[in-house]
C-alpha cells in the first residue's frame, strides 16, 4: 500500500523527460538517495544530488543553477517526511514527478510526534526521517525508484531490475560483514547528540540510552545536562554518537563528564555502501581499544 502511495507521487510525462537515446536526468535531495538511483539506474541516469554529504540537509539553500536543472529533470526522489523543510518553497515553474522514498518504509518513532520548541528547530514530527542509516531499507527505497524510472523508461526496466539485483546482492553481503563487525557492541549502551541514529542502532543492537538535544538542533539546558550525565553513568553508557555538524564543545562536555568514549559517525555519503563500511570502522576501533 506505501510502495503505491509512492508511485501515486509520479505524474504523467512532461517535457523535460528523456528519450530513449539520452541519460535521465533525475534530482535527489540527499548523496544517499542519489548513490541508490544511481546504483538502480545505472548508464541510463544521470543525478544531482541537491545535499551534499557533509551538509546540514535540514537547511540546503538551493542555488540558482540548481533549480535550472531542476527544472530540466524528468524525476525528483526525496527523503520525505519533515527531512527537506527548503523543498516546499521552489517553485520549479511546472510539475515534476516526485517520489518520496519514505513511504514503503516502516519508520520508527511515528506515533510520537514532537512539537517544536522553537520555529527554526528540526523535529521529526512524522518519524524519525533517518530511515537510510538501516541498510535493510535499501530494499524498499530501491524498489520504488525501480518503479519510478521504470514508469518513466519502460523499455529498460529489465535493465533497472538487473541493476537492482546485482546492488542487492553486493548489500546482502556487505550487511552480514558489518553485523559480524559489530557483534561485540551488540546491546552495548550509547547516548547519541542528534537523533540520527535509530535505524542504525535497531540493526546492530545498539541500545540508544538519550539524546544531548532533547528537541533536535535546540543545545540542552544546564539542567538537562545534568540529567543527562547523571543517566549515562547509572546506565553505564561508554560510547557517545556525534554528527560531523554537532557542537564540538558539547561533545566534549558529554563525553567528559558522562564517562563515554565519542565518536563521530557519517549520517550522510557520496556512496550507500562505503557509508556504512566507514561507519563501520569508526565504531570496530572502539572495539580494538578496549
Known sequence: ???????????????????????????????????????VGGERVAVESFAAPEQDPHAIEVKPAQLARLRRAALVVRVGLDHEPWLSKINPGRQIPVLDASLGVRLLQSETPRL?????????????????????????ISAAILEALAKVQPEYRA?????????????????????????????AKVVVIHDSWSYFADRFGLAIVAA?????????????????????????????????????????????????RAVTLLPSGSDYIGLFDENVLRLSRLIKEK
Open 159 to 187: 535493465e533497472f531490475e538487473k541493476n537492482r539485483d546485482v546492488f542487492l546482492q553486493r548489500l546482502d553481503m556487505r550487511i552480514k560483514k558489518w553485523t559480524e563487525a559489530l557483534a561485540p557492541l551488540r546491546g
Open 212 to 260: 544531548a538535544e532533547p528537541t533536535p538542533g535546540v543545545p540542552p539546558s544546564p539542567a538537562e545536562l545534568a540529567a543527562l550525565f547523571g543517566r549515562m553513568r547509572e546506565a553505564g553508557v561508554k560510547i557517545l554518537i556525534a554528527d560531523p555538524h554537532s557542537n564540538p564543545a558539547l561533545v566534549r562536555q558529554v563525553a567528559e563528564k558522562g564517562g563515554a
Open 1 to 39: 500500500m506505501r510502495a503505491a502511495l509512492a508511485l501515486a507521487l509520479l505524474l504523467s510525462a512532461t517535457p523535460g523527460q528523456a528519450t530513449a537515446q539520452e541519460k535521465l536526468h533525475v534530482v535527489a535531495t540527499s548523496a544517499d538517495l542519489k548513490s541508490l538511483v544511481e546504483a
Open 116 to 140: 517544536r520548541a522553537e520555529r527554526r528547530a528540526h523535529v521529526h514530527a512524522y518519524g524519525n526521517t533517518h530511515y537510510w542509516l538501516d541498510p535493510l531499507n535499501a530494499r524498499p
